[in-house]
């Protein structure tokens, strides 16, 4: 198992290095230059506070667990460890959900029972909300003025 990993983290450096260097670097330093230290710092704020939300919103899916800054700040910890797995490494969406499972139950003690069903309360919730909030958004990037 540990080499299947091993050669899946390999990979996926190897994918990234072959995305960065189709990358124009000009380009992004001009986008973030029209963006300025202000508009980077709100963007990063932005997605710190969804991150936040969405572990918040997992915590409150497992049961066992107190709604505490402490258990909201491990649980970002796990949500931001899959995310890696499952951005970079190939296939990686198969093995960031069942790593966050195994997180928490190795360390901090999750039956897998209740650690997947929060998981699959979570992908639900984010599916619905998605379901809500696209319809809408295409509506209004349909009547925008461009």
């Known amino acids: ?9 390999l990979a996926g450096a190897v994918f990234v290095g072959l995305v960065l260097a189709e990358v124009d670097f000009a380009a ?3 986008h973030l230059r029209k963006l300025a ?5 709100l963007l990063l704020l932005v997605y ?9 919103a997992w915590l409150l899916a497992i049961r066992t667990l107190p709604v505490t800054p402490r258990w909201i700040c491990r649980v970002t910890g796990v949500l931001l460890a899959g995310a890696v797995l499952e951005k970079t490494t ?3 969406g198969f093995g ?3 790593m966050k ?12 029972t209740d650690a997947t069903a929060s998981l699959v309360l979570r992908r ?11 319809p809408v958004a295409f509506y209004v990037g349909a009547r925008a003025q461009i």
Not at 124 to 134: G, I, N
């Open 96 to 98: 960031g959900e069942p």
């Open 48 to 56: 710190a506070l969804r991150t936040l939300v969405d572990a918040t």
């Open 1 to 9: 198992m540990k080499r299947a990993m091993a050669t899946m983290v």
């Open 101 to 112: 499972v195994v997180v928490l139950k190795r360390f901090h003690g999750v039956s897998y």
């Open 37 to 41: 230290a202000g508009g980077l710092a």
């Open 28 to 30: 992004v330093w001009a």
């Open 124 to 134: 639900t919730t984010d599916v619905v909300a998605l379901a809500l909030f696209l």
């Open 90 to 92: 190939p296939l990686g």
